[in-house]
């Protein structure tokens, strides 16, 4: 009689970690549709663009680094797919995560250092925001080598214009036109 | 053969400029729209995600033509570009520009462009596309009216650009017809907007513009759409009027409120009329004496008799005659053939005075009236009994009228000094008698006093109520109780006639 209670009392405990801990997959993200999440990532990645072209001689990176290009082309754009897309945008936010993380090392103010911050925690939620749409996530390239577009930049002004670029560019195509989002939509 | 080959080509040269140069429904209105706005000596926009073109205009007193100048293009990244250059005579504002349209539009990204002059370079600049933005005017401006009172709903479908729809502002602006003072009111994300604050029944103009919201694209207002009139619904009623009728009511309120305030006494007196009470004759009776009418007379012995005229003026008693039954006891007979035996020697009798003499016997024998049945009319006269015993007071009760009640005081001779205005009876203490079956009835003249011996009493029956408390209050509750027995079945008028004061007979009752 004991023993049968002892082993219900495990029973009942166990499930109550599993459920606690959920190991494996957790459940799928609610999509994040709305435009005006990215928009406020987009926001403050104007303010650190205009914080970061007003400092000039100190903001100077030691070595060149690769960031994606941000130009758009409709008609190209058009012409891929949904994947090829999603890789564009992912590698791209690879890069600006490394670029800007390397910024942290070296001495800044606080007011740039706070805006280094800001924009490294926003591409981590533009990341959530993909995922939540299904967006496959980033896979480094194998055999290609060198990216096309990529680019070469030296200054932390020219970084931050690239990065808001990004996103109001590739990064807001791909969100708004998700295939998750436009299936509610008739 | 060659000349009419020139002269198509020229044809479909001069189409192929015009096709071109017309390009959408506002261009024109565009080239002129930035003339005025952009300070930029090379002026650009792009219409969607296609269709950019950039211009400048022709200097003043020069004569250049499109082939003196050169247009470059250089994306980041890319390689320099060079673009056609035309040109364009605007009728609206009397001038000339020469534009280039660029066959490649790449959005967010650093584009260089170049205007050179017969090789010189005359103007250049360095832009992004996505930040010089001029789409067309909304579409299918619709307003109408919902109904309510100074509303108009307006609504609008957004230009037709690609990728861009989602981020654009509107501004919606609206004036009276035929005036001149508009006002504008912005809207974000919305191809709807509601106007509130306008006048019932009036015409209104209304327009609509766009503009990129500014976070991933920017650019310029759009040009107005052409105007749509609508006409508000009419007011239900002026608020003005409704006021103006509230005020009246209540101010007819107040007044009315005021009147009957002010007349409020003679308004109770209609409404409400008090009962009579003759407090004012006597006063300090009630509120000194505590009714005890025996202690007030004392006190106001000496002005009596002058109150007791006045008295008679406002109510006049009338003398009230008191007769003899003609049946007599036995021996009243007997005392009467007596009286007559000894009259008649005199050989004159004067019939006036066997009633007096008969009462002076009366006097003498009290009980014989308890047997006899002098005085036993039932309609005005009442019976007399002085008795200074006070034996029969049992008796007495039985027959009692409720005057008796009423008239009881201390004093048994003291008949004589009675000074009460209506010449109240002073009764001995017991034996005051009267027949329960007469009722007093208003005289009409004064009744002047008679004789010593007896009490006379005038009475006012004028409906008030006289409640003279004797010496006990008790007693009075006591004769109460049992005058009202007697009333109760020997004679309903005087329950119906004799009203007590309130104060008094209430504990009789």
Redesign the interface.
């Known amino acids: 009689m004991d023993s049968e209670m002892q082993i219900i009392r495990l029973f009942a405990l166990l499930l109550m970690v599993l459920e606690w801990t959920r190991p494996g997959l957790s459940s799928p993200l609610r999509p994040i549709c709305d435009l005006r999440v990215l928009d406020h990532f987009i926001k403050e990645a104007w303010d650190a663009e205009a914080a970061m072209r007003t400092c000039k001689d100190d903001c100077s990176i030691a070595t060149n680094v690769t960031v994606p290009l941000t130009r758009v082309d409709f008609e190209v754009w058009e012409a891929m797919n949904i994947e090829e897309q999603a890789q564009e945008v992912q590698s791209g936010l690879h890069m600006l995560n490394e670029a800007i993380g390397s910024l942290q090392i070296s001495n800044q103010t606080e007011v740039l250092q706070s805006h280094i911050d800001a924009s490294i925690r926003n591409i981590a939620s533009i990341r959530q925001v993909l995922r939540s749409l299904s967006i496959p996530e980033y896979v480094p390239p194998t055999s290609s080598g060198e990216d096309k577009e990529t680019q070469k930049i030296s200054s932390i002004s020219e970084l931050f214009q690239v990065h808001v670029n990004f996103l109001r560019g590739k990064a807001r195509l791909l969100l708004a036109n998700a295939p998750v989002c436009r299936q509610g939509v008739s | 053969m060659t000349k009419m080959r020139s002269d198509r080509l020229k044809i479909v040269f001069m189409l192929c400029l015009a096709f071109v140069t017309s390009g959408g429904k506002y261009f024109e209105s565009k080239v002129a729209q930035l003339i005025r706005d952009e300070t930029e000596d090379i002026k650009c926009f792009v219409e969607g995600?296609?269709d950019f073109t950039c211009f400048w205009e022709k200097e003043d007193g020069t004569n250049y033509s499109q082939d003196n100048y050169t247009f470059t293009y250089t994306?980041?990244?890319e390689n320099k570009m060079d673009c056609a250059v035309s040109s364009l005579f605007l009728l609206s504002s009397n001038r000339s520009v020469f534009f280039c349209k660029l066959p490649?539009?790449?959005?967010?990204?650093s584009l260089d462009v170049q205007v050179l002059r017969d090789g010189q370079m005359l103007y250049n600049r360095s832009l992004?596309v996505?930040n010089i933005l001029l789409t067309d005017p909304p579409r299918n401006v619709t307003v109408w009216s919902s109904g309510k009172e100074g509303q108009l709903n307006v609504s609008w479908l957004p230009p037709a650009v690609?990728?861009i729809d989602?981020?654009l502002i509107y501004e919606v602006r609206y004036a009276v017809e035929d005036s001149h003072m508009g006002k504008v009111e912005e809207t974000k994300a919305s191809t709807m907007l509601v106007l509130r604050g306008l006048q019932p029944d009036t015409r209104y103009k209304v327009w609509v513009r766009v503009k990129p919201d500014g976070?991933?694209?920017k650019g310029y207002w759009s040009s107005w759409t052409s105007p749509v009139i609508a006409v508000t619904p009419p007011g239900s009623m002026d608020p003005l009027i409704v006021l103006l009728v509230v005020f009246i009511i209540l101010i007819l309120c107040l007044l009315s409120m005021t009147v009957i305030l002010s007349h409020h006494k003679f308004l109770l007196k209609k409404l409400w009329p008090d009962i009579p009470t003759p407090e004012h004759k006597f006063p300090g009776l009630f509120t000194v004496y505590k009714g005890d009418f025996k202690e007030w007379m004392s006190q106001n012995s000496g002005s009596m008799w002058a109150r007791s005229v006045q008295m008679y003026t406002e109510e006049l008693p009338s003398p009230l005659e008191v007769l003899s039954e003609v049946s007599l006891s036995p021996l009243d007979e007997r005392k009467l053939v007596r009286d007559e035996d000894q009259r008649s020697d005199s050989g004159l009798t004067e019939p006036p005075h066997w009633l007096m003499e008969q009462l002076r016997a009366l006097q003498e024998n009290p009980e014989s009236l308890s047997r006899s049945t002098l005085l036993q009319s039932h309609d005005t006269y009442i019976t007399l009994n002085h008795s200074s015993g006070g034996q029969r007071e049992d008796d007495v009760f039985e027959e009692t009228l409720p005057l008796q009640t009423l008239f009881t005081s201390a004093g048994t001779s003291s008949i004589n000094a009675s000074h009460s205005d209506l010449g109240s009876l002073r009764q001995s203490s017991a034996s005051g008698r009267l027949s329960s079956q007469s009722s007093f009835e208003d005289p009409n003249h004064p009744w002047p006093p008679k004789g010593p011996g007896y009490a006379y009493m005038a009475v006012a029956d004028s409906g008030v109520s006289l409640d003279y408390s004797p010496m006990s209050s008790s007693r009075i509750i006591e004769i109460g109780k049992r005058s009202f027995y007697a009333n109760e079945y020997k004679n309903e008028i005087f329950g119906y006639k004799w009203p007590f004061s309130a104060q008094q007979v209430q504990s009789g009752y």
């Open positions: 995600k296609k994306y980041m990244n490649k539009a790449l959005f967010f990204t992004n996505e690609k990728y989602d981020s976070v991933s694209y």
